[in-house]
Structures are given as structure tokens and as C-alpha cells.
């Protein structure tokens, strides 16, 4: 096995052929670099990986244990060092240590209970689900019930995450205080933002005249003690456990609005989906494995070719908010400067997350991406299965242009007017989906999930912590608590100019 700095050189050193002559080259490289894997193709053919290059990739992968780091995260040993803890969210679909996985099917069977309790009225006619929560205890939610069905079922579903009061206030217009059920969703139970909207959301029911506000409060939390402390009855908290991670939660009872509002059954297939890639990623090798390609490529970009920032488009209004989603997940995982071992990481991290929808993005964005100076590598994300029911033209269209996309930028075109010419050789990654339903979409999330891992492993760092996020969280607090005089002269003045 060659060590990692050798197999890095290897890579480095590879010759760079650009994407046309790739496919000239290689007859056979879009079976090789397309995978199908549970109901979604994966399409790397347009990268610049070429077999040399995935062998490679391959090589450096086992030079950094790929293999024990993904055993040691199904089984729950400690993946997060930082914290020493186990990083368990594929436990929640049934993938992890034995004890892991019982402890998860005892939460879920409670979050089942519960609903069902709900939908027989033991809370009153529950009509509204005001959810409140932040960052991965809102995201996740949020995605899955707008993607599968805001409208579906018998509840009008809000997820509150920004402590602007106008966010609240918006809702607060729409919903009836006593058909709302007010569901606080924090990991920890003390984000800033979250109790005080919660606070807020409670005042709101209590001013409206409900009776008894706290009775119709569902709390979904890893620190259930601080729930019941801060007044919420122990039957109706949702606990789940500390080993899984804020932005890998959806699958545990941060899940609960969506299992509310799209079923118990949508929820279970979710899981489903997302073990079938888990098995996926921990058994295909790595030339075959999707997981592991979109890593050999995001690495190749960010590491070789100096990519800075990756763009992620959904051809398909349901995904609007993936985007959102993969930010958090891929650039607070592997957005860090440090190895696991704390010396200071030798090659770039997590590439700059961002994105929209096709075809709005098109007229907005991508003129940047077909003839800007910088190298945007770009991921296209369609379903075959339209989500509408007008005319065919709509969908036909939208799948067409994903395509021309892709093309272009890869392919270029040549003119004699340098303002009107294409460089091309730009490259993108399509991932297209047979349909849009909790099974996809549970593979889709598990997907990225496992490639942000496979990332983190080969540059060395724990996608699993986030102390990054605290300094300013820190500081907030202390202009509250301390006043303002350790700051600087322009924090100072700001505050003193917003609040006299
Ligand atoms: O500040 C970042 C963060 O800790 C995220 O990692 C997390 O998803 C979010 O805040 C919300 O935290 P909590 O679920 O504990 O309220």
C-alpha cells in the first residue's frame, strides 16, 4: 500500500486531458463512471476522472483507511474524536452497532405513538405544526416536506428557524393558535434562537387564549431533562441520542414533522432508501462506489485543479431547498483547518457550497459558469418523473435544458469574436433521480452524507464537530452579559448606533 503523500503525488502528476478528449479516449468510460443505485443514476462521466485517475483515487482512499474509518462508523467506535463520541445517524436506519440500532427502533416506536396519538385528537384538532428549530434541527425537516408534499395530509406545516421576529410573526398570521401544535427541536435545548422562539410561540398561543399552551408542545431533543425542565410533559418529549449529529438528524425524531405530515409509512421508506445506499457505500468498491466517485472528484477539483466553490443546481422545483440542505451538511463537516491529529491541514477542504434551481439559475448564474475565470464544478440534479401534471412541454423542457447545460459547459464552442466563445472543458456531475419519492430521496441525502465522510477521511479532518460555529455565539452572548468595552471601535459604534 503506498503512503498518502505518494499516492496525492500520483495524482497531481496525471496528465490532463480535457473532458472531450477523455471521451475520446476512454470508449467504454460512461459505463464505467455511471452507477445506478437505488432508483438514482449517477453520472461522473463528465468530471475529469479517468480510469488512471479513480485508480488512483482508490489508492490514496485505502492509503487512508477508508475502509477501517467506514467500519469504525458503522459499528459506532468513536468517528468524532473531538467530542468522543460516535457518529450513529446510519444507526437510525438500521445500520450500526446492534445496540444502536435497538435503542433507535425504541425512539422511532415512541415518535410512531405519538402521531398516532395526534392524529386521534389526544392533543386537541391538531390542524398547524409550527416547528421550530435551527441548522440541522430545522433543515432536514424542512427539505423533506417541502420535496414529498407541504400540502399533503391533513396538516399546514411551518419550520421556523430565524430569530427575526418577522419569521414568526408570518406564521402566527396564518395559524390558529388552538389547532397548533408547537414543536421545539434542538439537540441541545439551548440554542439562543430556537428558545426564544419558542418563548415567543408559547406567549402567542397563551395571548390568543389557549389554555394550557404547554400541552400541545412536542419537544425532539438529545437532552430531554432540559425539555422538562424548561416545561414540557415527559410523555411528549421525543428524545434522540447524542451520537447523532445536528446535520445528520432527519433520520432520528428531528424527523417528526415530516413523519407527521407525510405519514409514518413515507418515513419508514426514507430509512429504507437511505440503508440501501448506506450497504451501498460500505460494499461496492470503490470504482463502483457513487459515494466514493463524488469524492474522488470533489477532491480532484478542490486539491488539483483549485476549485474554490461547487454549484448545485435542481432541475426540479420539489428539490429548492437541497441546496440549503448541503451546505450546512458538506461545508460545517469539512469546512475545518485542522486534522484530527490538530496540525494544520496541508490542502483545501470543503469546497464553497452553493446553488439554485434550473432553469432560473440559467438566467441568473451561469454566464459566470460558461465563461467566468473561475472553475465552478457543477452537479445537476433532475427527476425523470415529472412532478406536475400540465402539458409535457414543461417537463421536457426542463429535463432538456439540465442536459444543454451539461453539454455546454463541457464541450464549449469556439468563435471568432472572443466575447461570444465558449471555453468549455467545464466540468459536471448529473444525478437524475427515476422519481421523486421517500425512498430516493433518503438515498439521495445518504449519498451526500457518505461522500462529505469519504471526504473527511482522505483530507484527514472529522466532519463530526463544529467548533467553528461558537466564537460568534460566544460573543454575542458577552455583548449581552458584559457590555461592549473589550470590543473594537467600529463593533462599538454599531452597537451603539443600533441601540443608542
Ligand atoms: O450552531 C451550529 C449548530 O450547533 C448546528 O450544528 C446545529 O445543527 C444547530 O446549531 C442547532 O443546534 P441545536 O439542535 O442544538 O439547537
Redesign the pocket.
Known amino acids: 500500500m503506498v503512503d498518502t503523500a505518494t499516492a496525492w503525488k500520483a495524482i497531481e502528476d496525471k496528465a490532463r486531458p480535457t473532458l472531450l478528449e477523455l471521451f475520446q479516449a476512454e470508449p467504454d468510460r460512461l459505463s464505467r463512471l455511471t452507477i445506478d443505485e437505488g432508483g438514482i443514476h449517477f453520472d461522473f462521466s463528465k468530471t475529469h476522472l479517468d480510469a488512471g485517475l479513480v485508480d488512483a483515487f482508490a489508492a490514496l482512499a485505502e492509503s487512508a483507511a477508508i475502509g477501517k474509518a467506514r467500519d469504525a462508523l458503522f459499528s459506532g467506535q468513536i468517528a468524532n474524536p473531538t467530542e468522543g463520541r460516535a457518529a450513529e445517524h446510519t444507526a437510525e436506519r438500521g445500520q450500526g452497532a446492534p445496540d444502536s440500532v435497538a435503542l433507535a427502533k425504541d425512539l422511532h416506536a415512541r415518535m410512531r405513538a405519538l402521531i398516532d396519538a395526534i392524529e386521534a385528537d389526544a392533543l386537541g384538532p391538531i390542524r398547524h405544526v409550527l416547528h421550530i428549530?435551527?441548522?440541522?434541527?430545522?433543515?432536514g425537516p424542512d427539505l423533506l416536506i417541502d420535496a414529498l408534499g407541504r400540502e399533503a395530509g391533513r396538516y399546514d406545516v411551518a419550520i421556523v428557524s430565524n430569530v427575526d421576529g418577522s419569521a414568526l410573526e408570518e406564521v402566527f398570521r396564518r395559524f390558529d393558535p388552538a389547532a397548533t401544535l408547537l414543536v421545539v427541536?434542538?439537540?441541545?435545548?439551548?440554542?439562543t434562537?430556537?428558545m426564544l422562539n419558542a418563548e415567543s410561540a408559547l406567549a402567542w398561543m397563551a395571548e390568543s387564549g389557549v389554555d394550557d399552551p404547554y400541552g400541545q408542545v412536542i419537544a425532539v431533543?438529545?437532552a430531554p431533562d432540559r425539555a422538562v425542565e424548561w416545561g414540557v410533559d415527559g410523555t411528549r418529549v421525543l428524545p434522540f441520542t447524542e451520537s447523532v449529529?445536528?446535520?445528520y438528524?432527519l433520520w432520528s425524531s428531528?424527523g417528526f414533522p415530516a413523519a407527521l405530515a407525510l405519514g409514518w409509512d413515507a418515513f419508514e421508506t426514507l430509512l429504507e432508501g437511505a440503508a440501501a445506499m448506506d450497504r451501498h457505500f460500505r460494499l461496492a468498491p470503490p470504482v463502483r462506489n457513487a459515494p466514493m466517485l463524488a469524492a474522488f472528484a470533489d477532491l480532484y477539483y478542490t486539491v488539483v485543479r483549485k476549485a474554490e466553490t461547487r454549484g448545485i443546481f435542481a432541475y426540479d422545483e420539489r428539490l429548492r431547498l437541497l441546496p440549503f440542505y448541503l451546505q450546512?451538511l458538506e461545508m460545517?463537516s469539512n469546512g475545518k483547518g485542522v486534522k484530527v491529529d490538530g496540525s494544520p491541514v496541508d490542502k483545501p477542504t470543503a469546497a464553497i457550497t452553493w446553488g439554485g434551481v434550473g432553469t432560473d439559475a440559467q438566467h441568473a448564474v451561469f454566464q459566470l459558469l460558461h465563461q467566468g475565470t473561475h472553475l465552478v464544478p457543477i452537479e445537476f440534479i433532475a427527476t425523470i418523473e415529472p412532478g406536475d401534471a400540465l402539458d409535457e412541454a414543461h417537463h421536457r423542457t426542463l429535463l432538456i435544458n439540465a442536459f444543454a447545460q451539461g453539454a455546454a459547459l463541457m464541450a464549449g464552442k469556439t468563435s471568432d469574436d472572443p466575447a461570444r466563445a465558449y471555453p468549455g472543458d467545464r466540468p459536471s456531475t448529473t444525478i437524475l433521480l427515476d422519481r421523486l419519492d421517500p425512498s430516493r430521496l433518503g438515498a439521495l441525502i445518504a449519498f451526500y452524507e457518505h461522500r462529505v465522510f469519504t471526504n473527511a477521511v482522505i483530507l484527514g479532518i472529522n466532519p463530526f464537530d463544529?467548533f467553528g460555529?461558537?466564537l460568534g455565539?460566544e460573543i454575542a452572548k458577552s455583548i449581552e452579559t458584559e457590555g461592549t468595552e473589550r470590543f473594537d471601535a467600529s463593533t462599538r459604534a454599531l452597537i451603539a448606533r443600533a441601540f443608542g
Open positions: 428549530g435551527i441548522g440541522g434541527s430545522a433543515l427541536a434542538s439537540k441541545t435545548f439551548t440554542t434562537e430556537t431533543t438529545a449529529g445536528g446535520r438528524s428531528i450546512q460545517e463544529q460555529v461558537e455565539k
